[in-house]
């Protein structure tokens, strides 16, 4: 099991994500004409010493690389999600749902917002690819 | 000095997701529709304008899929209200007409769309079309040539004068009538949401039935666009069904429910109503207060005299005090977990119906008064006012107009028996 967050939790995200058939097929047209990588920024608490970023890079339904990184300049992403790291959990674990957590301010999103209206199938198969592997948590 | 953002909106109702989809719309509407508002009002016949810019909205912006669930391509949003509110009012601020015609695509399809009430048969084989790469769009069909608004008084007709009926032949429901004026009829409309009788002159709430029609079956015909006073982008014709036959499945959930969670859709229709109200009046603020602002009159400009800042704390204490009403109402819809109706509560449509008209009232008298004090400008069309003067017109007539309204919002609060 890999700690979440760790480099080693996003090669399982990444290798769960590049094996998910609903994510290569609904997400065909993410990220194809557009900037689709995603900044994660997980604030600290609840066993999370210091803000963290996670980066995803996605586009048609694969996803080419995720990765700790230590500031946000440093890799181009068209869409940040932000949050705290206690919120961010239940979604990881899969006792919340991702879109709900966004759409009422729970998670933050900043991004093109219509991208996510119109992709929200991909969306969604994204965030139950989170929860698809067993995981270790801070501050459990 | 303060603008249109500093009007009630509580922070805390409202995510940063849906704010943020608010801004989206504004700023499509700075870039793409304002440059050529004008000619959008000329295009009332053909839509040759409106049907692209339609596209860009439903379906480029997302606002078609909003409510569609995940598995059929939707975004699942939840807090509705909340969501046609700000939609509501950004676009209204643009375009009262093209506001309507774009919150109405998926209105009629509201009563099988939210939890718990959801068809799925239905969202399986319509959904994917809301919410793919072309534009789709639906219209609600209520109204009939001989009814008026008697087809929304179901409280006291009780569906009795309802004309078009809808008769089950085997697997097939066969539909005979007429339809006047729903928003997106004509050549706009893909997907009829028809109110029909299932027994003609009952008054029997199992005989309320709501059916989808796509519009190219056979016996679908419509008329050609209405000519009105505004709401150009908002196309109105008649429609014929003369034995127009569709699945058995194409009714929405069956006798009784259909009349149940159609009261849904009366109610947001009056929410959505009060939203464009709303922003028409904050449409209005910006172009009042520019123009009393440069204006000079007697040495000062326009809206250092007291009499014109009589009018222009007139029209700011309407936006307010229509805005909060209409977020409070809000909030008791998005959450019966907290107020205890359901959002299909009769009582909600009845009780709404009284926001709606205190917004249509709001609404026109501030495009009057701003009319007054911009004079002749006011009435050119270069100062817009008068589009909105013209366009803000229906918004208290349609859904049984005032009269309606007001016996329905009087008949909740004071329980009338025989109104």
């Given at each position: 099991m890999a700690l979440y967050p760790s480099n080693a939790w996003c090669d399982e995200w990444k290798n769960a994500l590049n094996n998910d058939p609903a994510v290569e097929k609904t997400g065909k047209n993410w990220g194809v004409d557009f900037n689709g990588n995603f900044i994660f920024e997980l604030q600290p608490g609840d066993g999370l010493d210091q803000t963290t970023y996670v980066y995803l890079e996605a586009a048609a339904g694969k996803c080419s690389d995720a990765r700790l990184v230590k500031d946000p300049s440093e890799v181009d992403a068209g869409f940040f999600v932000i949050g705290l790291y206690a919120n961010f959990k239940p979604v990881v674990k899969g006792e919340k749902d991702f879109i709900e957590g966004v759409v009422r301010g729970i998670l933050k999103l900043k991004g093109d917002m219509s991208k996510i209206m119109r992709n929200a199938k991909f969306i969604r198969a994204v965030a139950n690819s989170i929860s698809s592997f067993e995981n270790e948590y801070l501050g459990e | 000095m303060p603008t249109i953002d500093n009007f009630i909106r509580p922070e805390e109702w409202v995510s940063s997701f849906v704010t943020d989809m608010g801004k989206e719309i504004r700023k499509w509407g700075k870039e793409r529709y304002l440059p050529i508002r004008r000619e959008v009002d000329e295009d009332w016949r053909n839509h040759k304008l409106i049907e692209p810019l339609l596209k860009e909205v439903l379906v480029d912006l997302g606002l078609n899929s909003a409510f569609f669930p995940f598995e059929v391509g939707g975004a699942d949003m939840p807090d509705p209200m909340a969501f046609v509110n700000v939609l509501g009012e950004e676009l209204a601020r643009i375009d009262a007409g093209f506001a309507v015609a774009a919150l109405c695509s998926t209105w009629g399809l509201m009563p099988i769309m939210f939890k718990p009430h959801r068809n799925m048969e239905l969202l399986e084989e319509f959904g994917p079309k809301f919410c793919g790469e072309e534009l789709y769009v639906g219209c609600h069909a209520m109204t009939e040539p001989g009814g008026g608004a008697d087809i929304e008084n179901i409280g006291q007709v009780k569906g009795k004068t309802i004309q078009t009926t809808a008769t089950l032949d085997g697997d097939e429901w066969v539909i005979n009538g007429a339809k006047m004026w729903p928003t997106n009829s004509g050549k706009v409309g893909d997907l009829y949401t028809v109110i029909c009788t299932t027994k003609l002159g009952s008054t029997d709430p199992d005989d309320f039935a709501l059916i989808l029609v796509p519009a190219d079956t056979k016996g679908l015909k419509v008329g050609s666009a209405y000519q009105k006073c505004g709401m150009s982008a908002d196309m109105n014709t008649d429609i014929w069904f003369?034995?127009?036959?569709?699945?058995?499945?194409?009714?929405?959930?069956?006798?009784?429910?259909?009349?149940?969670?159609?009261?849904?859709?009366?109610?947001?229709?009056?929410?959505?109503?009060?939203?464009?109200?709303?922003?028409?009046?904050?449409?209005?603020?910006?172009?009042?207060?520019?123009?009393?602002?440069t204006r000079v009159v007697a040495g000062k400009p326009l809206k250092e005299h007291s009499i014109v800042a009589e009018m222009l704390c007139d029209l700011t204490m309407s936006i307010e005090s229509t805005s909060a009403w209409l977020w409070a109402y809000t909030r008791e819809i998005d959450h019966p977990e907290i107020y205890g109706w359901d959002p299909w509560d009769e009582r909600f449509a009845l009780k709404t119906r009284g926001l709606s008209i205190h917004a249509t009232n709001a609404v026109e008298r501030a495009c009057s008064r701003a009319m007054d004090y911009m004079g002749s400008y006011g009435y050119s069309r270069e100062g817009d006012i008068e589009k909105f003067w013209r366009d803000q017109k229906v918004i208290g007539l349609w859904m049984g107009g005032k009269g309606l309204k007001t016996i329905e919002n009087a008949r909740y609060w004071y329980d009338l028996k025989t109104l």
């Open positions: - | 003369d034995n127009v036959r569709v699945p058995k499945r194409y009714r929405f959930h069956g006798p009784g429910d259909d009349l149940k969670y159609w009261k849904r859709a009366i109610t947001i229709g009056s929410m959505a109503s009060t939203a464009m109200c709303v922003g028409v009046m904050k449409a209005v603020y910006e172009i009042i207060k520019d123009y009393t602002t």
